[in-house]
């Protein structure tokens, strides 16, 4: 079979290397002249890292990612602890991979390096996918074309696959997200214990952690976005700005923001789920199929997940099978994204409550509820471990 993948994101290259790890050649297309991850920090949970760990990079994970501690909850006025669980070992323990936070340019890079060289192909917008009696041509920008037999999109929130199969558009959450690198000397007090720290407050809530070995200091800080609707990665926003929207919050937090010398700024979107997971010999993975907000960190991890599934499908599947193969990846893909989703959506809600009896409530609940095991359904999923 003749897999074409278009787009070489996180979930595009994994699936590209789960394939070959289990003996299946693809051909990824990205429109990239170039393969540069954005410069920013991700958070990898087990779930995800756990998939990675058998595609071979364990090792690689351990030298450039960081294995936080622990994770903690703050509150934005007084610094105050409101939760904190262990990460570190534990998780490793409880789920069978740690927690990680790693630079997305190394995980971009660690993938890519798992990958035939001639594998992947630059500088190639596909601008047409069309089914054909014996195959599916597709067509790039500068009037090339090729054929597969299977066409993957694993283009982005702005898919023109996902087109094929409904004609909806990114919707605007009201928010946006300043994404800033700090270097961690400046921010030395972070690295005595290293861990995934998030400040709550009415309307907004900021997350920090260190990644690459340690050397670097990554945050993502929310705020309403005004009339803000600019949703790239390359998109600057000003450190001046960023702390205006944060006044009034500990300086402990504005000290994190203020130590970045530049930061970006994107609009968040996420849209609806899809209907159908597929069409003919088109099938989406990742934010292609189901852009989330990032109120969970689990956007990325959802996509590897993704990947590993479609692998496994496609890997199990008898020579005339392809369509159960698709039918067997979206039926169990279709109901673990439902329930992230609402789970996203309900941190939507949580992370931002004014002071007042939700909040209260909301910092009562973590303290009894919240901890490492009470993420089993999401960190304890196997992705590879298919129902039917
Ligand atoms: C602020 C923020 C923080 C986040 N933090 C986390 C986190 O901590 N953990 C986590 O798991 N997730 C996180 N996410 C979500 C995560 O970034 C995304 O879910 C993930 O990067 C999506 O990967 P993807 O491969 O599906 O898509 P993308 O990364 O968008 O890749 C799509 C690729 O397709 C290419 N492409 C598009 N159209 C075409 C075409 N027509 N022809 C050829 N190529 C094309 C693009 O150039 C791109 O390379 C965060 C998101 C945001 C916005």
């Known amino acids: ?11 595009g290259l994994t699936l590209s290397a789960a394939l070959h790890r289990n003996g299946i050649a693809a051909h990824v297309y990205e429109q990239a002249p170039e393969l540069a991850e954005v410069g920013a920090g991700i958070q990898l949970a087990p779930n995800a890292g756990r998939l990675l760990h058998r595609l071979g990079l364990a090792d690689r994970l351990d030298k450039v990612a960081v294995r936080p501690v622990a994770l903690e909850m703050r509150r934005y006025h007084d610094n ?3 939760f904190r669980h262990g990460l570190g070992a534990d998780c490793a323990d409880l789920y069978g991979a740690p927690y990680y936070t790693v630079h997305r340019a190394h995980l971009h890079q660690a993938l890519l390096d798992l990958l035939p060289s001639d594998s992947v192909t630059l500088d190639s917008q596909v601008v047409a996918v069309t089914d054909r009696e014996e195959d599916v041509l597709l067509e790039f920008a500068d009037g090339r ?11 982005g929130i702005h898919s023109l696959l996902r087109a094929r199969i409904v004609t909806d558009q990114p919707r605007f959450s ?6 800033g690198l700090v270097p961690a000397e400046r921010l030395s007090h972070l690295l005595d214990e290293p861990k995934v720290l998030l400040w709550f407050g009415p309307g907004q ?4 952690y260190p990644i690459s070995g340690g050397r670097t200091i990554s945050f993502v800080a929310t705020a309403p976005a005004g009339g803000w609707r600019v949703e790239s990665w390359q998109a600057s926003g000003s450190v001046e700005e960023l702390a205006e929207a944060y006044e009034g919050w500990h300086p402990e937090v504005l ?9 970006q700024k994107w609009a968040l979107h996420d849209r609806d789920p899809l209907r159908r997971w597929r069409d003919g010999r088109v099938v989406m993975v990742g934010d292609a199929a189901h852009p989330v907000l990032p109120f969970g960190a689990q956007g990325a991890a959802q996509g590897i997940e993704d990947a590993a599934a ?3 499908c496609l890997t199990d599947a008898t020579p ?4 159960e193969a698709l039918d067997r990846y979206e039926r169990n893909r279709r109901p673990r994204i439902a329930a992230v989703r609402a789970w996203v959506q309900s941190n939507t809600r949580n992370h931002h409550y004014d002071d007042g009896e939700q909040q209260r409530q909301r910092d009562g609940a973590m303290d009894a509820n919240w901890g490492l095991t009470s993420q089993e359904w999401l960190y304890g999923y196997d992705a590879e471990r298919l129902d039917g």
Not at 256 to 262: F, K, N, P, Y
């Open 310 to 312: 479609l692998a496994r």
């Open 320 to 323: 005339t099978g392809l369509d």
């Open 174 to 179: 009201g928010h946006a997200a300043y994404r």
């Open 255 to 263: 000290g994190v923001l203020r130590a970045a010398d530049s930061v």
């Open 80 to 82: 105050a602890v409101l």
């Open 1 to 11: 079979m003749r897999i074409a993948i278009v787009g070489a994101g996180l979930a």
């Open 205 to 208: 809530h900021v997350v920090c």
């Open 145 to 155: 074309s090729a054929t597969a037999d299977l066409v993957v999109g694993a283009d």
